[in-house]
């Protein structure tokens, strides 16, 4: 009796033994489940940061790239706006400079009342400014109705004949009172009846004389806007300034005749 | 300050060169009609450039450019010269007798405001 009860016993330990080892067989098995799981996951887990933190670049990249792209746009323009205010700079440089040379010449013109000063002054315009290296100025001789050459450069004016006002290409310009230019300014001619340029000098409609260029010098190949504005500004403020300076010098001659008639009168009862 | 000698014995030349020099920075014009005039004012003045026409009365361009060139006192100061004459034999014998640079007429304002600039910060 106490040995089958002990054989019983003995049986009921082995049994719940055997139980606690499958319990444990099955716990290190969950164990061995769940570890693998939760490699699993926290691979999962890696991967989808590394992911995320890919999507973040990207977008950093692309919001980078855009930025890029928006600073050379406007670098572009700010590069455009740079030329184009370089170049208004220099036109207006230019422009300064034109306007300067016009000035320059209008006060040389009108610093004198002397005739043959405002001559010279004319002259000097004519080569120094334009760059002529041959013409004749003509004024209208009021008695004849004839152009007579009254100043010269590179040729004398007494070589320059007087010419009819209506007739050859000098006469013309005179009667018409529009300027002659040459197609060919570059061919140089002295012969007196083909000038390449042919300013009128006029005050108002009215026209006083003609600047007939024959040649320009070597270094002047073409005619720029400035010399377009000298032309004009000669056709009006010389011819003011010449008619001016002669009406001046004849009032001088003519008073001091005057005065020198009142001298002699002032001079007689005393004889 | 520089001083800028202008020898030029056409007045409107003259007053468009003054004129031009006002946009070279702090520079002072001394203008002279011909080369004499121009040795007297070289010799009463700080001279830093001169600017000198060929064709001019008394004393021409090219016996100036010789003149200050045999002078040691002046011998540095840079000489430009501004000319009608634009055929290059005019311009090798300027060169050769010791200016520095030559200009012809009618002169570009612009070009000139430049070589006086660069021959003054040199």
Same mark, same amino acid.
């Given at each position: 009796m106490e040995e089958g009860s002990i054989i019983k016993k003995a &049986? !009921?330990? =082995?049994?719940v033994f055997k139980k606690g080892e499958e319990f444990t067989k099955d716990i290190l098995r969950e164990n061995e489940r769940l570890r693998f799981k939760l490699a699993e996951v926290e !691979?999962? *887990? $890696?991967?989808?940061g590394e992911e995320a933190r890919a999507g973040v670049y990207a977008n950093r990249i692309k919001l980078l790239e855009d930025e890029l792209k928006s600073l050379k746009e406007r670098f572009m323009q700010v590069e455009e706006e740079n030329k184009d205010? $370089?170049?208004?700079? *220099? !036109?207006v440089e230019e422009e300064n400079n034109n306007l300067a040379n016009l000035y320059v010449a209008s006060y040389q =013109?009108?610093?004198t009342l002397d005739f043959s000063e405002v001559l010279r002054i004319v002259l000097e315009i004519v080569i120094n400014l334009i760059g002529a290296e041959c013409f004749g100025l003509y004024l209208v001789d009021e008695k004849t109705n004839e152009l007579e050459a009254v100043a010269a450069e590179g040729i004398s004016a007494s070589e320059l004949p007087?010419?009819?006002i209506g007739e050859g290409l000098i006469g013309k310009v005179a009667k018409e009172g529009d300027s002659y230019f040459s197609e060919n300014i570059e061919a140089s001619s002295r012969k007196p009846d083909e000038p390449i340029v042919c300013i009128p000098l006029k005050i108002k409609e009215h026209v006083i004389g003609v600047i007939a260029i024959y040649s320009l010098l070597v270094q002047k190949r073409s005619f720029s806007h400035v010399d377009y504005e000298l032309f004009n500004l000669l056709a009006g403020h010389a011819a003011t300034a010449i008619f001016s300076s002669k009406l001046y010098t004849q009032s001088e001659r003519k008073l001091s005749t005057i005065q020198g008639f009142l &001298? *002699? *009168?002032? &001079?007689?009862?005393?004889r | 300050m520089p001083n800028i000698l202008v020898v030029e014995d056409s007045p409107t030349?003259?007053?468009?060169?003054s004129f031009a020099m006002r946009r070279v920075p702090a520079s002072k014009v001394i203008e002279a009609t011909d080369g004499v005039d121009a040795l007297k004012k070289l010799s009463s003045n700080g001279v830093d450039l001169i600017l000198a026409d060929i064709n001019m009365p008394v004393m021409d361009g090219l016996k100036l450019v010789s003149l200050v060139r045999g002078n040691p006192a002046y011998k540095e100061i840079p000489i430009i010269m501004i000319t009608t004459e634009g055929a290059e034999e005019d311009k090798k014998r300027a060169l050769s007798i010791g200016a520095n640079a030559y200009l012809t007429k009618p002169v570009q304002t612009q070009q000139l405001v430049k070589l006086v600039g660069d021959f003054l910060s040199k």
């Open positions: &049986d !009921e330990f =082995l049994q !691979e999962m *887990l $890696a991967r989808g205010f $370089a170049s208004k700079y *220099l !036109e =013109l009108h610093s007087r010419v009819v &001298d *002699l *009168l002032k &001079d007689k009862p005393r | 030349m003259r007053q468009l060169i």
